[in-house]
């Protein structure tokens, strides 16, 4: 089943801009991750963020996690063509390599 | 360093036949995951490997669904008879360990007629 849903499912913005996608979560989690899948390819992971810290950066992608609400947010900055795809969030909630939950998805589409 | 490597990577056969899924993992990682992806249900874990040992196969659909580890560099999922159901996309990963970030392949998009 899935712990995590990602929120807008769709998203479309202009070359430059900056794209949020958020991601709410139900469980306790050990860490939330966030992966990148292009069309027709694997998922990418990007980054992973610790309960125990609230703001991490990796170049352009900023990601927070707010566990008292249960959500997190990816923030990509100047916004490129090639970021275009999906965007997924994956919750481990420990107890096993089982225990990462991926949710459905945000697409987001970059237009030039 | 060569990432997951899964074949085929489109498969199309008739309902009724066999079809085996295969997968070489990351080497040296120890944790080798099976996942199918639909537009319906998302991602699903099938089943996941710790050093060749299944360990939760929980999420496998029916037992028509059969996955196996011989060794740290191959895994093969299998579904006899297949259905049309059973079209997806298939994923396998793999990981360092149960926590670490897991390594996608490129996928086996299967279509079942």
């Known amino acids: 089943s899935q712990q995590g849903e990602e929120d807008p499912q769709a998203l479309s913005i202009q070359e430059g801009e900056n794209a949020t996608m958020n991601c709410s979560y139900k469980t306790s989690i050990n860490n939330l991750q966030w992966y990148r899948q292009n069309s027709g390819r694997g998922l990418v992971h990007l980054i992973l963020i610790r309960s125990n810290e609230r703001e991490k950066h990796s170049g352009r992608l900023r990601v927070t996690l707010d566990t008292s609400k249960k959500s997190s947010s990816l923030l990509i900055t100047a916004s490129r063509a090639a970021d275009t795809a999906s965007y997924f969030c994956?919750?481990?909630?420990?107890?096993?390599?089982?225990?990462?939950?991926f949710g459905k998805g945000t697409h987001l589409i970059i237009q030039p | 360093d060569a990432g997951v490597i899964q074949s085929p990577r489109h498969e199309v056969t008739e309902m009724g036949q066999e079809v085996t899924l295969r997968c070489k993992p990351i080497s040296g990682h120890d944790y080798l995951f099976w996942y199918r992806q639909t537009m319906m249900r998302g991602l699903e874990l099938l089943i996941y490997f710790n050093n060749n040992v299944p360990i939760d196969d929980s999420g496998m659909p029916e037992d028509r669904f059969s996955a196996k580890m011989p060794n740290a560099s191959f895994s093969t999922l299998k579904i006899q008879p297949s259905e049309p159901r059973d079209s997806a996309v298939y994923f396998c990963?793999?990981?360092?360990?149960?926590?670490?970030?897991?390594?996608f392949g490129d996928g086996t998009r299967l279509s079942i007629l």
């Open positions: 994956a919750s481990y909630s420990g107890g096993g390599a089982d225990g990462l939950t």
């Open positions: 990963a793999s990981s360092w360990t149960g926590v670490q970030p897991q390594h």
